[in-house]
């Protein structure tokens, strides 16, 4: 596939609406149209496994919606997205104030070519950075508060699973993955512990380690060690390193007197 090519996947749960976009995208050039998805579930599947340069994303679709897809694949990690809207003053107002691109529904030929034109650049210039800032300004804006994952996908026995993110026992790094700890079970998360720290709640998740990441929850106590490490154990008898440079926080965090 040549690289000014833009791989593109179509989200909607609206039948006519995925038809209107697929219709117009085949008269694109260079255009190549990886998929459908009727579901926000199925997006977030379709996005980490195709890896799409752009998502023409539904906003208000049933379960999962489009903001939804995002949180759970993380600001960073989301490709190039075009948002598909209803008519919603509030939300109108919210992508011109971050700068972010959309389509109202309806929408002709020509406010799609204009939309796709944009899109085209800001795939080829690698604007991703700082469409990351922005979508992540524009979850805060529309949900009025700061948003953490409550549930994360991850892929077991070629099925995929959710799994509740405060029920898991600790994270650890493992390379470009991260592999869960949760009731006996380790389970492999295809993200970076960096990228996966961002998603979670500081309130109730602490970095303890360069390679680990612990549900407050299951702290149990905190066991001096060498060279002014620390252990900290969990409730169902687990050890993990505790390095110095992340003892105040966590004290902190726990609410213990440094």
Wanted: a positive charge.
């Amino acid at each position: 596939m040549p690289d000014n090519t833009l791989s593109v996947l179509i989200v909607g749960d609206e039948p006519l609406a995925r038809e209107r976009l697929r219709t117009l995208l085949a008269d694109e050039a260079e255009v190549t149209v990886l998929g459908e998805c009727s579901s926000g579930r199925a997006a977030v599947r379709a996005i980490t496994e195709r890896k799409p340069s752009l998502v023409f994303l539904d906003v208000q679709m049933p379960g999962l919606d489009g903001f939804g897809v995002i949180e759970q694949i993380g600001v960073h990690r989301v490709p190039a997205i075009v948002f598909v809207t209803a008519y919603d003053q509030y939300a109108l107002k919210a992508f011109d104030v971050h700068a972010l691109d959309y389509l109202l529904k309806p929408f002709d030929r020509e406010r799609f070519q204009a939309t796709l034109a944009r899109a085209r650049e800001a795939v080829r210039l690698r604007e991703g950075g700082g469409a990351d800032q922005r979508v992540a300004a524009l979850l805060e804006t529309l949900t009025g508060k700061r948003k953490f994952a409550e549930r994360l996908l991850v892929k077991t026995g070629g099925k995929e699973r959710l799994i509740p993110v405060d029920e898991v026992d600790w994270f650890e790094a493992a390379g470009n993955y991260v592999r869960i700890h949760i009731k006996g079970e380790r389970l492999l998360l295809r993200e970076t512990m960096a990228n996966l720290e961002t998603r979670l709640d500081p309130d109730g998740f602490a970095r303890i380690h360069r390679s680990t990441i612990v549900n407050l929850k299951r702290v149990k106590e905190l066991e001096p060690w060498f060279h002014g490490d620390y252990v900290v154990r969990l409730h169902d008898g687990q050890k993990l390193t505790l390095s110095r440079s992340h003892r105040p926080k966590l004290l902190s965090m726990l609410t213990l007197a440094p």
